[in-house]
């Protein structure tokens, strides 16, 4: 599967941005997609991801509540939007595929297909 992500930039505090992942797989429906962010100095940090299984949704806690995951199905593409944005959501954004089990869908391990990042910067 490649992956192509896209629709970072730069926001203020509290504002909004939509990421996208743009997948060659048709059959995107039936992995899951998921989004990862590392910060600089900071390990990898898991963000959402739409599981292939049960079609349902996951976040991370500090991101639960402000972020939504989607999918397209006829796009090919999953989406990523983040509302009130605060300085600590700063990183690069990666999306990330594959056919992951549930207890593992927060671990970057299980993805076997990457895109390549984009930069989300929140300023305060």
């Known amino acids: 599967v490649q992956l192509q992500a896209s629709g970072g930039g730069l926001v203020q505090a509290g504002g909004s941005l939509r990421l996208s992942c743009a997948t060659s797989e048709r059959t995107i429906g039936r992995v899951t997609v998921a989004w990862f962010r590392q910060a600089p100095g900071k390990e990898r940090e898991f963000v959402a991801a739409l599981s292939g299984s049960n079609h349902r949704a996951y976040y991370g806690d500090s991101v639960r509540g402000r972020f939504t995951i989607s999918r397209d199905n006829a796009k090919n593409t999953v989406y990523l939007q983040m509302n009130s944005l605060q300085p600590e959501d700063t990183a690069v954004y990666s999306c990330?595929?594959?056919?992951?089990?549930?207890?593992?869908?927060?671990?970057?391990?299980?993805?076997?297909?990457w895109g390549q990042g984009t930069q989300v910067t929140v300023s305060s």
């Open positions: 990330a595929a594959g056919n992951v089990i549930l207890s593992t869908i927060s671990y970057a391990r299980g993805y076997h297909s």
